[in-house]
């Protein structure tokens, strides 16, 4: 753990900005013209203001990600912005860390993983090489002698979880064998269903949400399992859930394995569903 202490807070930029998995940065301002990072003789007492930070992801390099499982969150020279120029020595620093990450209140940040200290006069950007499918919080703080200013982003790069459906949401074909999300308070429920066309004989339906970077059973919604010795034709279904606090991955990879004797039938229903941000 390092912990990097800051001055206290004299004026910050309170707005948040949010995104997570292959789409670049939202963009946008606060409401001022942005304006790069710029040395341009300011008025001598300028706090610092941030504006909206804008950022790219990318699949890590083969050479350095042989096995598919990295990915790279690219701040480039453009992507901080000021809503008034800044002095050429004002600070600006990123924090990259999970969710355990804090700014307090007196400007000091918590449980960094890696921190970038650079000024308005230097920065020409930067690119963190992460795990793919995980959750991270990257911190911009501007600060001088007259002010901080601070940016919070949630903040991954998506591999398996880049096609993960958002609840409320449908995976499969609900006439056959399908599974879906709802979000009741802070959890996500998925209901499993299939439709027996006659009635049959052993009938063995499951689900569980899993981790989305392992085969390993790291459980993210709990097994669940239906077990009918006679079952009759029609819908049969079952539920799990998880809740959406303290996960640490962008989404979860849904399995359900159906097994039925006469008539004989053997598949599995594997998806994924995106975790929303708390």
Known sequence: MKTILVPLLVSSEANASTAIGNNPGNGGGTGGTEIPITVNDPPPSVAPILNDINYITNNA???????????????QKTSISFVKPVPANTEVSLYLGKKNMELLADGTVTNAVTIVNRTAANFSGYTFLVDSDRKYKVFV???????????????GHARNCANAIKTPGTFGNCTDHCFETNQVADRIEIKVKYNLPVDGVSLSLDIAGLNPRTTLPEYIAPAVNLDIATPKAGE?????????????????????????????RFTLLKGYVSIPNE
Do not use: R, W
């Open 236 to 264: 049969h279904t079952i539920t799990t859930s998880f809740g959406i606090h303290e996960k640490e991955y962008l989404c979860t990879n849904v399995q359900s394995l159906l097994m039925v004797d006469q008539p004989f």
């Open 141 to 155: 703080v501007a600060k001088n002698e007259f002010g901080i200013s601070s940016k919070e982003l949630k903040i």
């Open 61 to 75: 390099n083969p050479a350095d990600d042989p096995y598919s499982t990295k990915g790279l969150l690219q701040f």
